[in-house]
């Protein structure tokens, strides 16, 4: 089924390590973004692409790296985990006449 | 800049009796607003959306929402809760094709 893929579903890490989470769509979607979901606080942009190779910072992109280089594909790099990354983090791809689909989650615990 | 109030952390309702969860938002420009849903441990899906069409807008699951420019509101209602109905709800803005912004969140609870 068409969608947004997100791997992997569950990942611990030690503080200090480094991970990427893959995230791909099949939509053909413009437009994708990753969040994160803290309790209490909704969902938070981290970053987000309008395009290949554009990318952009949202409301809380300290510790965090992406890339665009095609238009299926949206990493996000951990680039030295701390605890306060223990979180529940989504992947959304979109187009203005689709809406936004979300992939099913990375549940990441930092210890 | 845009922002969006979610006035209730927790709402609970017994079972056949309507639900009312409420949001007020804030946008420079016309919004599209969303209703999306979480039941525990889930991902999200949509229940309903507003993009400057009808100001009653339908979704699933007998869900509805009315925008209300003067008021800055999207509340979401429900005739008669079931007890599927019991998730956290989240009500996001988004202009253009920029990001979304989310609420803080909805717990709902469907009483027996």
């Known amino acids: 089924n068409a969608g947004v893929t997100q791997t992997p579903k569950f990942q611990v890490l030690k503080t200090g390590q480094s991970m990427t989470l893959q995230c791909a769509q099949d939509?053909?979607?413009?437009?994708m973004s990753w969040y994160r979901q803290d309790p209490g606080m909704g969902l938070r942009l981290i970053h987000y692409?309008?395009?290949?190779?554009?990318?952009d910072q949202g409301e809380v992109p300290n510790g965090y790296n992406v890339s665009r280089s095609t238009t299926e594909d949206f990493p996000l790099r951990l680039l030295s985990a701390a605890p306060s990354q223990t979180s529940v983090y989504f992947c959304?791809?979109?187009?203005?006449?689709?809406?936004?689909?979300f992939g099913s989650g990375t549940r990441l615990t930092v210890v | 800049a845009q922002s969006v109030t979610q006035l209730d952390s927790h709402v609970s309702v017994s079972e056949g009796t309507p639900v009312l969860l409420r949001c007020n938002y804030s946008?420079?420009?016309?919004?599209?607003l969303f209703w999306y849903v979480q039941h525990p441990n889930k991902g999200l899906q949509l229940l309903l959306k507003?993009?400057?069409?009808?100001?009653l807008v339908k979704g699933i699951n007998g869900f509805e929402a009315e925008f209300k420019k003067s008021e800055t509101s999207f509340h979401l209602t429900k005739p008669s809760a079931h007890m599927s109905d019991a998730a956290e709800y989240f009500c996001?803005?988004?202009?253009?094709?920029?990001?979304?912004?989310f609420g803080s969140g909805t717990r709902l609870q469907v009483q027996p």
């Open positions: 959304a791809s979109s187009s203005t006449e689709n809406g936004y689909t």
């Open positions: 939509m053909n979607h413009e437009y």
């Open positions: 692409s309008v395009g290949a190779g554009i990318t």
């Open positions: 946008s420079s420009y016309s919004p599209s």
């Open positions: 507003y993009t400057s069409a009808a100001t």
């Open positions: 996001v803005v988004s202009t253009g094709r920029r990001a979304l912004t």
